[in-house]
Each structure stands twice: as C-alpha cells, then as structure tokens.
C-alpha cells in the first residue's frame, strides 16, 4: 500500500470512532423514547460498532508499522486479528438481542412516542449506509481487512436497522405488538450470519490463503508473458498478508544462461506482477533446467 494509501485509512480508522459513537447515540435515544425491545437491539449492535472502531484504530496503525528485526515480513495480519475480534463482538451482540426480544415476547407492548422513535432511527440508518459504503470501498481498494471488515458490520447493521423500521411500521399499522420482539430475533438471525462472514474471512487470512482465483490469474498472465528466456515457471504459491500480497515461485532457466541473464528476467518479471498486482511482495527460486517441476505451473509464452 502506498504512503497515501496508509494515511486514507488511518484516518477513516480515525473519524470511525466519533461516527460510531454518534450513531449509537441517536439509535439509544429513539429506543429510549420508545421503549421497542427492537430498537433497543440496533443500539445494542451499534454499541459493538462503537468498540469495534476503536479495536480497528489502534490495529491499523500498528499494521502499518515497517519490518523491523522481530517481523521482517512486517505487521500486516495484524489486521485479521482486529476483523476476527469485530467478528466475535458481532455475534455476542447477536446472542444479547435475542436474549432481550425472548423476555419480551410473553409480554409485547406497543411502542410509546412512534413516530419520533423511528424518524431518530431513520437518520441513523442513513448516516450508517453512507459510512458503511465509503469504508467498504476505501477498505478493498487498499486491501486494509480491518477497515472492510468494520465497513461490513456496519452495513449488516444498516440492514438490521431498515428491518426493524418495516416492522415496526407492521407493528402500528396492524396494532400486533408482538412483531417487536419477533422483528428483533430474525434481526438478531441476520447479524449471526454477517458475523461469520467476517470471522471466516478473516480466519482464511491467518491460514495464509490464496488469493482469490481472479489475482492469481492476473498474476500468472503476467509471468506468462514476461518469462521470455526462460524453460518454464513452477511451484507458484500466493498468500495474503493484511494489504499485502506475497508471490513465490520457481524460475527454470537454461542451465548455461549467465547470473546476469537470469536477473534479469527475475527484474522483469517483479515489475509485470506488481504491475498487475500492486504492492505485490514476490521472491523468485532460479535453477537450472532438469529439476523436477512441481507445484502449480505456468507455461511461458515463447517469443515469435
């Protein structure tokens, strides 16, 4: 990730804190006006918003600490561990919701103050929507999962905010009470799902995934294509760090090409990857023809 790059997402990180807290805050009061077990779970949810951008804050600026000495491959997974935690933290927010709309469904009451309840909640979705898009984005451009992943919860939680104010309008319009509570455990059903998304994301990051199949043909193209001068391309191996991606294989060259020669194909090739994959981290294995090929294989294009 480029010097800007890192500088855009600490401080989306940054202003993720006073946003969060605002939202929380408008979500707290319609329910507090209202009384809706419902609304209460959106402001629970929003409340994990809140602890999740600080945890993210703090994350991103330590990933994008440079190698030193103890982490010569540099601190980039540490932002898996920011989206794993985010992760947990949404279903437990889960869990809470449900345990809420079970006490209330021997009991539901319909909701006090309706009308400015769901207009305070209403602008809270829309400010979340927004945010949500624009981290969403900024996160996959500059491969940051912390920053994605804080971006999808909140989007879950715009989801879960839209279904709670349908609802809630079902509810006044039909005068069953009973949808608050039933609303508030299907919502609840939702984050669930949103928060394993984010943990097995996250997860496949820790265990050194590949990238995904589209990159690694982007990647192979490359090799392809730039490989001129050499017998072949074997053991191709990528994995995912954070914002970074590594790239190793291993290069079968003649074996009377000169040190010279094999360099600078080996040049060559770093500048094609990252140009196709930017940021790309790559080591390259030369040697010589008669090795036995193994691993994933790329058949160089010849010259014509």
Known sequence: MSDEGNLTVRKLAF??????????????????VTGSVALLS???????????????????????????????FGHHKAEYLSAVTE??????????????????????????????????????GVVNAVWAQLLIRSGRKHRSAALTADGQHIMSDVVTSVGVLIGLLLALATGYAI??????????LNILY????????????????????QEEEAIKQAIATHATGSIGVHDLKTRRAGSVTFVDFHLVVPAKMTVREAHDICDRLEDAIRAAHAGATIAIHVEPEGEKAHGIRVKVIKEA
Do not use: C, T
């Open 42 to 72: 959106d402001g629970l949810e929003s409340f994990v918003n809140v602890v999740a951008a600080f945890i993210a804050f703090f994350v991103i600026r330590y990933a994008q600490k440079p190698a030193d000495h103890d982490h010569p």
């Open 87 to 124: 992760g947990v933290m949404i279903v437990v927010a889960a869990l809470l919701i449900v345990e809420a709309a079970i006490g209330q469904l021997a009991n539901p009451r319909m909701l006090e103050a309706p009308v400015l309840g769901l207009a305070i909640n209403f602008a809270a």
């Open 179 to 188: 949808f608050d509570p039933v609303l508030a455990i299907l919502v609840a």
């Open 15 to 32: 202003w993720g804190v006073p946003v969060s807290l605002g939202v929380m805050g408008l979500k707290m009061v319609a329910w507090w």
């Open 194 to 213: 949103q928060g394993w998304k984010v943990i097995s994301h996250s997860i496949g990051g820790l265990m050194d995934q590949a990238v995904e199949p």
